[in-house]
């Protein structure tokens, strides 16, 4: 397996189509549990990480993959028929972890 989705498993649900419906179907169970609001899956959409790893188009992958993970969320919300819940943008850490050193 690829370190790059060991270290950081939530950006795999976003690179990754065959796990979209994961993202969405855990959202509608947070929803389901009575959850106001859900955040969108994008720890890992920042700048550091991506340069590194998707070094020839990384600002253009954290748009589309910012704008994947909202409209996922938006999409479960949708699809549990609970048109109250907000959805909130995660906001990650500037420069990778709070750990950095773990890296």
């Not at 795999?12 to 959202?27: G, N, W």
């Not at 106001?36 to 590194?52: D, K």
């Not at 994947?68 to 906001?91: D, I, K, T, Y």
């Amino acid at each position: 397996e690829d370190g790059f989705f060991q270290k950081l498993w939530s950006a795999r649900a976003l690179v990754d189509e065959q796990y979209h419906k994961l993202v969405v179907d855990t959202h509608v169970s947070y929803i389901e549990a009575g959850a106001q609001a859900i955040t969108t899956n994008s720890y890992c959409v920042q700048p550091a990480i991506y340069r590194r790893n998707f070094p020839e188009d990384w600002e253009e992958r954290m748009v589309r993959d910012a704008e994947l993970a909202a409209r996922l969320a938006v999409q479960a919300r949708e699809h549990s028929g609970a048109a109250n819940v907000r959805v909130l943008g995660c906001l990650p850490p500037l420069c990778e972890s709070h750990r950095p050193d773990l890296f």
